[in-house]
């Protein structure tokens, strides 16, 4: 809690900073307020079994490894004996400490209760924190005591508390709340703003937990936030803990010129609660420990966030190298800005660059960013970083990727797909099967055929083309002379002969003709394919014999079957591809 009304009073020197002002910074974390945040989103939208208070933590975490930052775990640890009668008034657990308890030098601490449930939220956060390389410190009492101390003594840049009485101990800069949406921001409070907007420095804000109440006094009642600001600026911030140390409550008296004031006794106490608080010194080995970097534990937290959010290591690491790869480059970005001022050449660097290539440029949330390759040993491919820090930790990398984009291309031929492969492997096979039919169906004749002469007007035929041939044998008259041509063709062309070949069809074909070295040209297109049957057929009114020359569709060579054969076989694998 804090002070009362103080964040109020603050308002005009709130800040609110990008969460990339973090980086590289070392920040400690009073997880006890972070805890309390977390615990009300939990509340809120699922039930304590769920661990939502715990994964915002982790997503907080990896938010700010990214940034590298340095993050240390601050925690409470006894309740300060001036602090019982608000902590059991807070619990509702019956009476008060009285005030001669509270200020007997007898009076101890009181020790928290580590079987209660927020104490268990504690410790499942302190093992996450560790498996993510964040170390803890255990306060002796008040956690922000030990923040501000570590803050007022440069150990930390600054740290996360939402205590207002954090200026009190003396806290120089102050992130009272963090946002990861939209590119993330901290809500930032600094004692410079606060002395030069309000002329307010430790004494007077301590001062005003007295006036105003708080964690360690009451306050003095009927006296709101204007009229502390007013008595406090009266007196000036050098000298007014003097006063009020020694005057006390006629102090206030007389500015407000009132009577109806009480607590005096108390003012001392609180002053001394503020100012001398029981913390671990800046030299202790406590705080010597927890300043030395602390390496990331990747199968201690596979086994955490398997335990209480049931999540795979590849989803872990999906979530957690990334920020780890982009935390090292900026280490690497560091590194190579010397103390000097001097940047080292990149293959002068005692360590290798984390970043093999850039792969391409990408834009996330309107920021330029790179989408990277690293080194083998993030077990990770690929990840996106923002641009300026390529620029900062490896600009060579841009270079090489930006000669590598201007030089031409050379086109690559596209394997063949599956489909493709299928239409070739369709078309070769129909071309063989093609070409046996053809193979089998065509009779092949040289170009003269000398038939026999018994009953035949033919002695030379011209078989130019390779056509299927209809051949009709004539009968015989009875004086041996055939009453038509012996053998005619059904293709209407040109006859053609050796030499002196001429056309003797006859003109009356019922008269008698003698037709010797008869030619007939079969070079025109066939008829349609007959039956292998002979059958009888009238021409002119004489019955001749047509008989079909080609061959049967049965009559197909092996080669011809195996083709078949095979094209059946291989749309039947592209049916079963398919289904």
Known sequence: MGVKNLWDILESCKKTLPLHHLQNKRVCIDLSCWMVQLKKVNTSYASHYDKLYLRGLFHRLRALIALNCTLIFVTDGSIPAIKLSTYRRRLNVGSEVTENEANSDKAASLRRNMGSEFSCMIKEA???GLALGVPCLDGIEEAEAQCALLNLESLCDGFFSSDSDIFCFGAKTVYRDISLGEGGHVVCYEMVDIQRKLGFGRNSLITMALLLGGDYSKGVHGLGPESACQIVKSIGDNVVLQQIASEGLSLVKKARNSRNLNGENQFLAVIDAYTKPKCHSADSDAVYRVLVQHPF???????ICAQFFEWPPEKTDEYILPKIAERDLRRFANLRTSSAGVELPLHKMPVKCPVTAIIKPRKVQGTECFEVSWQESYGLKSSVVPAELIQSACPEKIVEFKERRAAPRTKKSKPRSRVSEI???????????????????????????????????VSEVNFTRHDTLLIAESESNGDGNPTMPLYQTAIESDIKADGNATNTMPSNPTAPTVAKDEVIDLISPSPACCRNVTRSRKMNDQPISVIDLSDSETERSPEHERKARELRLFLASVREEKL
């Open 126 to 128: 302190k093992a996450l």
């Open 297 to 303: 534990l990747r199968t201690k937290l596979h086994h």
């Open 423 to 457: 239409d070739q492997k369709l078309q070769a096979l129909m071309l063989d099967i093609e070409s046996e039919s053809s193979a089998v169906h065509n009779v092949t004749f040289s170009s003269k055929t000398v038939m026999p002469e018994n009953n035949s007007g």
